[in-house]
């Protein structure tokens, strides 16, 4: 017999999590989360797990804000456990070339409310979660969604949301909707500190090096690249190298060693690859797409963590009551590639920023 429901939500990750929690929160109770895996077993599980402020459209910062919100409260507003989220503070350092788009950026945060300056040099209540439990199709009739077949049997709901990250084109195609994501791989390095250097450190970002470091733990600093080549980088997100090479850890550690030249006296303690599911402009869809019924979360780019929250709490609002539900959501709508609209922050289009 077929399971029912009202939103059937393909991705176990934190974007579509966050979609079933914010549902609940509004009355939407009858929620599945299907995953191909386990929670957390594709981008999310791989994830930097950076959470900043500092974006460069209004959009992402007043959707960071929330979301930072969400982390700081987490346990209290999911009655469930901490989250580990700890502020550690955030620096990015830029060279005379983005000292302008940095500049913009600031006085844009500063005016949705972040608290942010320059420096100078000197619940998830009553969603039902199917692990191990691939989408095969997703039933259409009339142009309305019906449901979606599973390899675990059928499920009728009137509503399904593509929440599936890496494997998003392929869900979206599966409505006759063309998804503008490509999925690359992106490589993480762990690096002891010298045990001399050991102290509390902020987040940093770094435009000049194009490098991310954030504190893990005591003694580590988790060390990730922002360059735009990474998203050539292309990527099978079922048969991918999971693993760093010697030669891409010992390229991080020069690059962060020439931020911080006591690493180098540091060594690479481990390190993993993830993927990121790239848009043309490095910013996510979320829209209601193709047949009455369809909604698309994707093409995070590297940002589905820290924006997960907020993501959850509008595309809730999408599904629960319409696209002028939330006034940021036209600005990440689908249609805005083939309008030749795509997303634009003060640093440009190399990066989501």
Known sequence: MALTADVVIIGGGATGTSIAFHLAARGVRDVIVVDKGFVASGATGKSSACVRQHYSTTETCRMIRYSLDVFERFEDLTGGGSCGFRRTGYLLGVDERMQRPMEASVALQRGVGIETRLVSPSEMREARILEETEVLAIRVEGNRIRGVDTSRGP????????????????????????????????????????????????????????????????????????????????????????????????????????????????????????????????????????????????????????????????????????????????TFRLSRFIEGKPIRGTYGDWLMC
């Open 155 to 330: 499920i009728e709901a009137p509503r399904v949301v593509n929440a599936a990250g890496l494997w998003g084109a392929g869900i979206g195609a599966m409505v006759g909707v063309e998804i503008p994501i490509t999925v690359c791989r992106h490589k993480i390095n762990i690096v002891t500190w010298p045990e001399a250097a050991q102290r509390p450190h902020p987040m940093v970002y770094d435009f000049v090096t194009n490098i991310y470091t954030r504190p893990e733990l005591s003694e580590h600093i988790l060390v990730g690249g922002l360059d735009a080549e990474e998203s050539h980088d292309l990527a099978d997100p079922d048969r991918y190298k999971e693993g760093v090479s010697l030669d891409e850890s010992m390229s991080a550690l020069a690059r962060v060693s020439h931020r911080f030249p006591v690493l180098a006296e540091g060594r690479i303690a481990r390190g993993y690859a993830g993927c990121f599911d790239v848009t043309p402009d490095w910013h996510p869809i979320l829209d209601r797409v193709g047949p009455e019924g369809s909604f698309v979360a994707v093409g995070f780019s590297g940002h589905g963590f820290k924006l997960s929250p907020a993501v959850g709490h509008m595309m809730a609002a999408l599904i629960a009551e319409g696209p002028g539900a939330h006034p940021d959501l036209d």
